[in-house]
């Protein structure tokens, strides 16, 4: 079968089957073509939130596709190939958080939707990139911060909040290896260029950087923004969007580092078999998804 035979038949199968494929802004660009949503881990959420579809096919990493089948308990969500997972998230578990609860007892847990289910069901509140100095910002001054697992985004947080938040070590290994000194060059190479640099980079080259956004934060600055020239400081599939919905304006990959394996372990195939197959369901037990649920929507509300 050639690819277009291929797309043809996930479109006959997911309108079959009345499926809705979600995929995040890092996966392949033709994932990201035939994809009814693209978008960042908040959108995504609401998104799943939101559905009706009785099949969800979430083209993601692993805890993007628990985190869809918290929110959307009654639809069947498929993950094309569970192989895709998140480092970061794996960085941490359920045991670690209780260490620390029990270290620090009077502290509010904050944790970054990259993290498995059985983490979520531990913590006070979750955030994602988008949202995270929101989220910090609604607990009260006087009151402990615990951020986990990524030490970038919260120190990232801390400093734009002025507050003080003990980390989890937890980082990116994609977003951790860019280095202030590669900004630097391309920005000595591209003086012109606004450098839009995610979160999990570390808080020197977010320093460095004009804007630190979130995917979603980044495509919807481009679109807006009056400049044509743009580093991009995250995944490298980020700019298949970002060239197509901006035709006119050129973006410059930060570092050819800047790739999440996992990310591009979903191809057509497995989305096809994923669709035949009804593979491979994503499988929580009811009493984590109640307990995982509620950080989750607290952080709805507020976002
Ligand atoms: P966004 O929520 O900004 O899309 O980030 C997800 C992610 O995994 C970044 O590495
Ligand atoms: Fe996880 Fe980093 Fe990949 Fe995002 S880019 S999914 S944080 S490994």
């Known amino acids: ?25 890092y996966v392949l660009p033709e994932i990201q073509d035939i994809a009814d949503f693209v978008g960042d881990s908040l959108e995504l959420s609401i998104k799943a939130q939101q559905s ?71 913590v006070d509140i979750c955030c994602t990139s988008a949202n995270a100095e929101k989220i910090v910002s609604s607990i009260p001054e006087n009151q402990e911060v615990i951020f986990m697992p990524d030490k970038n985004l919260g120190a990232n947080v801390a400093n734009e909040l002025q507050r003080e938040i003990t980390l989890f070590p937890g980082y990116c290994p994609t977003h951790d290896r860019i280095l202030p000194r590669m900004l630097a060059d391309i920005k000595q190479q591209y003086p012109h260029a606004e450098a839009l640099v995610h979160p999990e980079c570390s808080p ?68 096809l078999k994923s669709l035949e197959n009804l593979q491979y369901e994503v499988d929580l ?6 307990k995982a649920r509620r950080p989750i929507e607290k952080m709805l509300e507020l976002s």
């Open 1 to 25: 079968m050639d690819m277009q035979e291929k797309i043809t038949r996930i479109d006959k199968l997911r309108k079959k089957r009345n499926a809705v494929i979600l995929a995040h802004n």
């Open 52 to 122: 009706d579809a009785p099949i969800i096919v979430f083209c993601g990493v692993s805890f993007m596709a628990e985190t869809a089948k918290i929110l959307s308990p009654e639809s069947m969500v498929l993950h094309p190939n569970p192989a895709s997972g998140c480092p970061m998230a794996d960085m941490i578990d359920a045991q670690k958080v209780r260490s620390l609860k029990k270290e620090f007892p009077h502290a509010v847990t904050v944790c970054y939707v990259n993290s498995t289910a059985a983490v979520k069901a531990e």
């Open 204 to 271: 020197e080259v977010v320093e460095l950087a004009d804007y630190a956004l979130s995917t979603g934060g980044i495509l919807r600055y481009a679109r807006q923004s009056n400049k044509r020239q743009f580093i991009i400081g995250t995944e490298e599939d980020i700019l298949h969007r970002l060239r197509k919905e901006n035709p006119g304006k050129e973006f410059i990959l930060l570092n050819t580092a800047l790739i999440c394996p996992n990310m591009k372990k979903i191809s057509i195939d497995d989305v």
């Open 285 to 290: 037990s009811p009493e984590l998804i109640e």
